[in-house]
């Protein structure tokens, strides 16, 4: 069998199936933003809205 034979017979890589990412609820989302924040030191932060109201009008903007 030549070089090329045994190439032409190996499996071809893919790209993997995507994996399945369940959303977080509003409770774990919670939990983590405030863990976030007794790490860094300020657990008193409150949490951004998602999405940033004002990141959604500059990407608006952007788009026109």
Do not use: C
Not at 15 to 41: I, Y
């Amino acid at each position: 069998m030549t070089p090329l034979e045994r190439l032409m017979q190996e499996a071809i890589p893919t790209r993997p199936e995507r994996a399945v990412h369940s959303v977080w609820t509003q409770e774990e989302q919670d939990r983590h933003w405030a863990d976030l924040a007794e790490a860094l030191g300020v657990p008193v932060a409150k949490r951004p809205e998602h999405p940033a109201p004002d990141a959604k009008a500059d990407a608006d903007e952007a788009a026109a």
